[in-house]
């Protein structure tokens, strides 16, 4: 059931994110007075077609699932003598450079606005995510170093303003990114019953941060969890054997606190194979149970400890909602900033900053789709949106090929006055279609090595 509801919703967002694309060419082709002859969903041999309006365009389904296109009347494609008379004003070659230009840059454009709308949409709506209370920073983080501390809720970073923890999340990805160019973070928290503190976090500590994992929790920055009460007990389990149950809530472990969910389990996995003193909290009275934890060797071949208990309890969650004013400039500023760190991503990846292993493919895609769609519908439009940027960024490229490399074409075109030679654009169409399938290919290995 997972695998069809993975596949299902792969198909609804690629389909659509493709339709949107094709469909921005397909309006302003239009609306510039070009003749469009197919508009089809998928490549290769086309499996349905039919034809509809005045032009008799072809709208068509094609075998290949991966993209799309839109066939214009082109001189390109065909011999001029081949096209009537009528139809020679509406060929593409034949308008003007901005209308050229107007014409390929609204695939990207449309990826772009629509991106816009859905987070628009979910701003409106409201979003339930976790509130900024910081679990205790593990010792010689940055977070920890600079001196914030449990239970403080981060307000802002870098003097934006932040309300659930996606938003904390971002602006610490992209306060990361830019600290590669010397600039350090100020985080501004409020601590109960003591007012708002800033603090600073160097430049120097955010440097050795690694942008291939878990960029916040490399910083300090984790998720306030309550303290662990024991749910559902494995009647199989070590937690069984020794005495727990549901209910009972974890004060101490080898008499050091336990704070949270995370600082327990963290303890648990530590101790395999060793008894465990836990001090717990049931029926209002104080029990001391000795636990040995089961030695089970993970996927990475590392044992580690478990108990097989369920841990209750959930962070402190927020609805962030806006207004239509709001939420749009905050769609629309969302949009700007993820263009702008998947550019500065792409750049640290050319220099050799950041791995070649954060090109993903429609494996990964497939796999986060179906994650998102069995979490909620605002998480899978918040999914779409995202892939929908990305589309539009990667098309923006200066790839022949790409959107990005017929545009680069069109600019040369305005500042020399003259089109790029032919020979130089079927020579530049090859390394194009090359360069996208040596990317194609290492996307397709990174999904397969993450799935391994």
């Not at 600290?179 to 601590?191: A, L, P, Q």
């Not at 500590?205 to 303290?227: H, I, K, Q």
């Not at 490399?405 to 003259?418: A, D, I, K, Q």
Request: proline fraction near 5%; hydrophobic fraction near 50%; aromatic fraction near 6%.
């Amino acid at each position: 059931m997972n695998l069809l509801q993975t596949v299902v919703a792969f198909v609804i967002v690629l389909g659509t994110l493709v339709v949107i694309h094709e469909l921005g060419h397909y309006l302003v082709a239009r609306w510039c007075g070009v003749k469009v002859l197919r508009f089809s969903v998928g490549m290769g041999r086309v499996v349905w077609s039919r034809r509809v309006g005045p032009d008799q365009t072809e709208w068509a389904v094609s075998a290949l699932p991966l993209g799309g296109y839109v066939k214009m009347l082109d001189a390109r494609d065909q011999d001029v003598k081949d096209i009537a008379e009528a139809d020679l004003p509406r060929e593409f070659t034949r308008q003007n450079v901005w209308k050229r230009i107007a014409i390929v840059a609204a695939g990207p454009i449309a990826n772009f606005l629509l991106a816009i709308v859905l987070f628009a949409g979910l701003y409106m709506h409201g979003i339930e995510e976790p509130a900024t209370r910081l679990a205790a920073p593990a010792a010689q983080t940055p977070a920890s170093v600079a001196g914030l501390d449990r239970d403080d809720m981060v307000r802002a970073v870098n003097g934006n303003a932040v309300q659930g923890w996606s938003e904390l999340r971002w602006q610490l990805i992209e306060a990361v990114v830019a600290s590669k160019d010397g600039d350090g973070v100020s985080v501004e928290v409020e601590r109960p019953g003591r007012g708002r503190f800033t603090f600073t976090l160097p430049a120097a500590a955010l440097r050795t941060v690694d942008l291939d994992g878990d960029v916040p929790g490399a910083l300090g920055f984790n998720v306030w969890l309550p303290a662990p009460v024991l749910g559902k007990i494995d009647p199989q389990g070590a937690g069984a054997r020794a005495g727990l149950r549901t209910g009972d809530q974890v004060v101490a472990m080898d008499g050091t606190p336990v704070e949270d969910i995370a600082t327990f389990s963290g303890a648990i996995r530590k101790a395999a194979a060793r008894t465990v003193q836990l001090d717990v909290r049931r029926d209002g009275a104080m029990v001391r149970v000795p636990v040995v934890p089961e030695a089970v060797s993970g996927k990475d071949g590392v044992t580690v400890g478990k108990i097989k208990v369920e841990l209750l309890g959930r962070p402190d969650m927020i609805v962030v909602a806006d207004g239509p004013f709001g939420a749009v400039a905050k769609a629309v500023r969302k949009v700007w900033d993820t263009s702008v760190l998947t550019m500065r991503m792409i750049g640290r990846m050319i220099t050799g900053e950041v791995s070649w292993k954060n090109v993903t493919g429609p494996i990964t895609i497939a796999d986060y789709a179906g994650q998102t769609s069995r979490i909620g519908l605002a998480s899978y439009l918040s999914f779409m949106a995202v892939v929908s940027i990305s589309l539009g960024v990667m098309n923006l490229l200066p790839i022949p090929v790409l959107d990005g490399g017929h545009l680069l074409y069109y600019s040369l075109e305005v500042l020399t006055g003259r089109p790029v030679p032919e020979r130089f654009g079927e020579i530049a169409q090859r390394l194009g279609v090359g360069l996208l399938v040596t990317l194609m290919a290492l996307a397709v290995f990174n999904d397969v090595a993450r799935l391994l």
